[in-house]
């Protein structure tokens, strides 16, 4: 081994969904949002002044974090926005979870959770969901440095209620608690309303799903101005220009148009629940998903030889290869054509084997 060899920092990285090209393929495996963004985005687009580039980007992201707040009734010093959410919960790591007690995160969730308290350095615990996967919010009433969760969870689908959420935070007044609402909007009801009441409660959302702009890299926390505080000075004190111009401006069109979100939304959600019927018939069963996805499972054929059998066919899912993970497929929900090619595969090829 070359000496300074030694002194590298040794990290499994997370490792994202398969982005293969080709036209005539279906994408059903990085919960991305099968319609385009906001019109007004694409107008903005079109009317950008290219020479805008030579200049640094706003450091506070100032117009972007002011529509937010305005669309969310809250304060500007309550808006921290990041390179996605996972920049954001990147940063709140860093900046909330400094105890030598572990922080607490269920043991199936968003892997990259895993990934980050590795590459910080940060103690963790991962209590185990129930066997139908849920939360149980008494695993985290025991001593810790920090909780945080995805809600609905990932990849399960599964929203865990309010009242329940607000249970894990009563019990963790002492700590930083992070609710991560990638998939929120798909049904459940946000932990935003909590903000007011618990000063400890970082809420993060992000435009990648349900705003279409996964390509863009927008992503938000909202939570008590302290918390923001303490955000920007970590983001100070690594990158102060995260976040790029074009993502700036168009996010804040994104956040102008209610009523294309509203629809598009409406859409994913009645092809989710008229796909969950289809699959029900198909011979899968699956935790009841409030998110852009379904996390099923087949009675009789292994995930994986489903899996290889979709691949190969142009139609891409998820496949976790992990213990108690990998005889479900993770399918994102697309557009109804997609869903219905996708189970005119399935029909046929389940017959075949
Ligand atoms: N949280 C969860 C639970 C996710 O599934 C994802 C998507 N991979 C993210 C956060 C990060 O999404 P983004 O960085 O695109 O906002």
Redesign the pocket.
């Known amino acids: 081994m070359r000496a300074w060899e030694a002194n590298i920092r040794k990290v499994v990285p997370y490792v994202?969904?398969d982005q293969p090209k080709g036209d005539r393929l279906i994408k059903l495996n990085?919960?991305e949002n099968p319609y385009p963004p906001a019109p007004g985005v694409q107008d903005a687009l079109k009317r950008m002044d290219y020479d805008r580039f030579r200049k640094y980007p706003d450091p506070a992201v100032t117009d972007l974090v002011h529509s937010l707040a305005e669309y969310y009734h809250v304060g500007d010093e309550q808006v921290f926005v990041g390179?996605?959410?996972?920049?954001?919960?990147a940063m709140a790591f860093m900046t909330f979870f400094n105890s030598q007690k572990p922080v607490l995160f269920p043991n199936v969730?968003?892997s990259?959770y895993k990934v980050w308290a590795d590459l910080f350095r940060i103690p963790y615990e991962t209590p185990e969901l129930d066997a139908d996967f849920r939360i149980n919010p008494k695993d985290y009433y025991r001593e810790n440095g920090g909780v945080i969760f995805?809600n609905p969870?990932?990849?399960t689908g599964l929203f865990l209620p309010l009242e329940q959420v607000e249970d894990i935070i009563r019990h963790n007044q002492d700590v930083v608690v992070v609710v991560?609402e990638?998939?929120i909007d798909f049904g459940g009801t946000s932990a935003l309303e909590l903000v007011k009441k618990y000063e400890n409660l970082l809420v993060?959302?992000?435009?990648?799903?349900a705003r279409s702009m996964?390509g863009m890299?927008?992503?938000y926390a909202i939570g008590h101005p302290d918390l923001i505080r303490a955000l920007n000075d970590v983001k100070y004190s690594y990158n102060s220009y995260t976040m790029n111009m074009p993502s700036i401006v168009l996010g804040v069109e994104a956040v102008k148009d209610d009523a294309y979100f509203r629809e598009t939304l409406k859409k994913i959600i009645a092809t989710r629940e008229r796909s969950k019927l289809r699959l029900r018939k198909l011979g899968f069963s699956f935790p009841d998903s409030m998110s852009n996805f379904i996390f099923a499972t087949h009675e009789r054929v292994p995930a994986e030889k489903i899996f290889e059998a979709l691949r190969a066919n142009q139609i891409y899912v998820r496949y976790f290869r992990q213990p108690g993970l990998d005889n479900y497929l993770r399918i994102s929900i697309g557009t109804d054509e997609e869903m219905d090619e996708l189970f005119a595969f399935l029909e046929k090829y389940l017959r075949s084997v």
């Open positions: 994202p969904g990085t919960n390179v996605g959410s996972d920049d954001v919960i969730s968003y990259f995805p969870n990932a990849p991560d990638a998939y993060v959302q992000t435009f990648s799903k996964a890299r927008i992503g």
